[in-house]
């Protein structure tokens, strides 16, 4: 079984006055439902668990409330964490309760409620490398020179080795779970990645191809850019 978890628990409102930035609507429709799409349509996704704030809960179900396939897919939703990766923990303990007897055939996808372009392809692409590797990271290359700043100076990187990580990422859950497990109490609040727990803990993890277009919209920059190409279509 392959579970989709969707981070919507972000409060950031900068774009939008008092509206988080997953529920900014563009041409009707929030980013998060943008979000959500790929994994509805997709066939390897069983089961879609969301983490957003009980404010925002009846609105997503709303939203969602005309499409079959969505309904048969949601579980349910989990509370958000005081950081991003403890919302994913949340959200794995939930599914942990839900599917106990299932576990060691259980994998999850985790992706951004506020990264609106992601296609089924990617999706797809992330549950069948998941077959043969511990974790799936989709990853674009470096287009600039990449310089690391350290007390003693600026060393120059070996840029064809550095890469910049996307979301969805995807595991196997039992793994996974253990991987986080083992960085509380303290390490798991400086966690900004998915997979870095998966690193961490020494897991075979893989990247696929990123998407420049896959981008999380974070500033009024990005909302425009997602817009224009909105517009396009």
């Known amino acids: 079984m392959n ?49 957003a704030n009980e404010k925002w809960q009846d609105c997503i179900l709303d939203a969602m409330n005309g499409d079959e396939i969505f309904k048969d897919k949601f579980t349910d939703f989990s509370v958000p964490g005081d950081t991003r990766q403890l919302s994913i923990w949340n959200a794995m303990n939930d599914i942990k309760d839900r599917f106990n007897n299932s576990l060691e055939d259980l994998n999850i996808l985790i992706h951004d409620g506020a990264r609106p372009l992601l296609t089924e392809k990617m999706v797809n692409d992330c549950i069948r490398e998941l077959e043969c590797h511990d974790g799936v990271l989709p990853a674009l290359p470096v287009k600039d020179t990449m310089y690391l700043c350290t007390d003693g100076g600026i060393e120059l990187l070996d840029r064809s080795k550095v890469v910049a990580g996307q979301a969805p990422e995807a595991f196997k859950f039992n793994d996974y779970y253990k991987a986080n497990e083992r960085l509380f109490p303290d390490k798991i609040r400086t966690i900004n990645g998915s997979s870095e727990p998966a690193i961490l803990a020494g897991l075979d993890i893989a990247t696929i191809p990123g998407d420049e277009r896959n981008f999380k919209v974070t500033t009024m920059e990005d909302l425009d850019r997602f817009v224009g190409i909105i517009n396009q279509h």
């Open 3 to 51: 579970i989709g978890i969707v981070l919507s628990g972000g409060t950031g409102t900068r774009l939008g006055g008092d509206i988080p930035k997953q529920y900014i609507k563009v041409e009707g429709k929030m980013i998060l439902e943008y979000a959500l799409s790929p994994l509805i349509k997709s066939s390897f996704i069983d089961k879609i668990q969301i983490v």
